[in-house]
Nanobody, 120 residues
Framework: QVQLVESGGGLVQPGGSLRLSCAAS????????MGWYRQAPGKQRELVAT???????NYADSVKGRFTISRDNAKSTVYLQMNNLKPEDTAVYYC??????????????WGQGTQVTVSS
């Protein structure tokens, strides 16, 4: 089995920062693209940022210049540094990965989600 576990969410004031982490574990042969998505109450899940194996990144327009995605391949971990947070960033943040298991299966698991709340 493969598992993604997020951490780092919490409550922060507007203008503050948080760093999310997501670690992949299990029978993994290779991890390709990793990404972060978020879902606010009453809204659909949306892309926040993705990063490929050679560190090409893609961001939603709403977070460009404020959020930075990075990865540590040795630790099978992806990070999301969030700066200058705004109330509209409040959501449950989910980690996602495209990977190949050691059983040669292509998988696309999701993490359980971590709550980020931006409020004064």
């Amino acid at each position: 089995q493969v598992q993604l576990v997020e951490s780092g969410g919490g409550l922060v004031q507007p203008g503050g920062s948080l760093r999310l982490s997501c670690a992949a574990s299990g029978i993994i042969f290779k991890i390709n693209t990793m990404g972060w998505y978020r879902q606010a109450p009453g809204k659909q899940r949306e892309l926040v940022a993705t990063i490929t194996t050679d560190n090409n990144t893609n961001y939603a327009d709403s977070v460009k210049g404020r959020f930075t995605i990075s990865r540590d391949n040795a630790k099978s971990t992806v990070y999301l540094q969030m700066n200058n947070l705004k109330p509209e960033d409040t959501a449950v943040y989910y980690c996602n990965a495209d990977l190949i298991s050691k059983l040669w299966r292509t998988l696309n698991p999701w993490g359980q989600g971590t709550q980020v709340t931006v409020s004064s």
